[in-house]
């Protein structure tokens, strides 16, 4: 028997629509049990402090307890590898940082592919970085310093918290966009660096303004440039390394990843609230504090914004051949 043509169109679009059903129902009913959060640093670090603060936000509104778990090691790789494994049902997350998404440039034989194996969720924002440099040095401006770098190639030491770190990458950027040889000298960490831009044995470096900008209020340091395109409230006087290097923009970025193959509903779910938080004065106010722009992107805006950082600074990474591990 044939069914009447109404009824069979009106079956098959209820047919059609079966597939999307379990993935609303995962959403509506998510979380249902305790989710854990993955930081690649160490507790007390930033991105630790702002996946905490993340982690509390989606706590208190989605009525979960949002767990943070830190795995440092390897260039954040043992967070990304366990998330990557961990089943894709949105109760395992990763918090994302620069570092994360340029793995698969920086180390060989990795057991997995972040572009492959880790869909984004939210970005929480990004972190101007100051181009900085002992009061000492003789250069008051980014092209008195690219001027001096390019008649004495090789004898600026550049320093950076390790190789492969985003304060090495932005340095390696700056040299590769002025055409300018700068010698990389990699510290262990912030503190080695620091002591050693204050002392002078350092000469210049790209550095976090959370860390680098008590010491140029102080006058222990001078910071040339903001490496963002724009140049900030905070430092207004400071100009933007783009205003002599056309082009350049360098920036920290902390945002949230799941196990690719996670529900859409599930990642639509997390990536509102943590929009919301982005919009809550309080919230926002202690991001800011960090030293981080907040900045609420769409899961589809953040993979984007992802893949064009990958690109632009894989061009770097590719121009030094920096290898990390």
């Given at each position: 028997?044939?069914?009447?043509?109404?009824?069979?169109?009106?079956?098959?679009?209820?047919?059609?629509?079966?597939?999307?059903l379990p993935q609303i129902?995962?959403?509506?009913?998510?979380?249902?049990?305790?989710?854990?959060?993955?930081?690649?640093?160490?507790?007390?670090?930033?991105?630790?402090?702002?996946?905490?603060?993340?982690?509390d936000w989606l706590s208190q509104r989605l009525g979960q307890a949002f767990v943070v778990e830190d795995r440092p090691g390897a260039g954040t790789n043992l967070a990304t590898e366990a998330v990557a494994r961990a089943a894709p049902d949105g109760?395992?997350?990763?918090?994302?940082?620069?570092?994360?998404?340029?793995?698969?440039?920086?180390?060989?034989?990795?057991?997995?592919?972040f572009a492959r194996d880790i869909a984004p969720v939210a970005c929480v924002g990004g972190t101007p970085f100051l181009m900085i440099i002992s009061p000492?040095?003789?250069?008051?401006?980014?092209?008195?310093?690219?001027?001096?770098?390019?008649?004495?190639?090789?004898?600026?030491?550049?320093?950076?918290?390790?190789?492969?770190?985003?304060?090495?990458?932005?340095?390696?950027?700056?040299?590769?966009?002025?055409?300018?040889?700068?010698?990389h000298v990699p510290y262990r960490g912030e503190v080695e660096a620091q002591a050693d831009m204050l002392s002078g044995r350092a000469d210049v470096m790209f550095d976090p303004i959370v860390t680098a900008l008590p010491n140029v209020q102080a006058g222990k340091l001078r910071a040339l440039a903001v490496t963002t395109v724009t140049r900030l409230d905070i430092l207004p006087n400071v100009p933007s390394v783009a205003e002599f290097v056309p082009g350049y923009d360098v920036e920290g970025q902390i945002g949230v990843g799941a196990p690719a193959g996670t529900p859409d509903g599930v990642i639509a779910k997390i990536n509102q609230t943590v929009n919301d938080g982005l919009a809550d004065a309080t919230l926002k106010k202690k991001i800011?504090?960090?030293?981080?722009?907040?900045?609420?992107?769409?899961p589809a805006e953040y993979r984007k914004f992802i893949a064009s950082n990958i690109d632009k600074l894989g061009s770097a990474v590719k121009f030094a051949r920096i290898k990390a591990g």
């Open positions: 028997m044939e069914l009447p043509r109404r009824d069979f169109l009106s079956l098959a679009a209820g047919a059609a629509a079966l597939p999307a129902a995962q959403a509506d009913s998510y979380p249902s049990r305790p989710v854990r959060v993955i930081v690649g640093y160490g507790a007390g670090s930033t991105p630790d402090i702002i996946g905490r603060l993340i982690a109760y395992t997350l990763l918090v994302i940082t620069v570092p994360t998404m340029l793995s698969s440039l920086l180390y060989d034989n990795l057991h997995f592919d000492s040095f003789p250069a008051k401006t980014v092209p008195e310093f690219v001027a001096y770098a390019k008649a004495n190639p090789g004898k600026i030491n550049m320093a950076s918290q390790g190789t492969g770190t985003l304060t090495h990458i932005a340095g390696e950027m700056f040299k590769m966009m002025a055409g300018v040889d700068l010698l800011a504090d960090l030293g981080n722009v907040p900045r609420a992107l769409t």
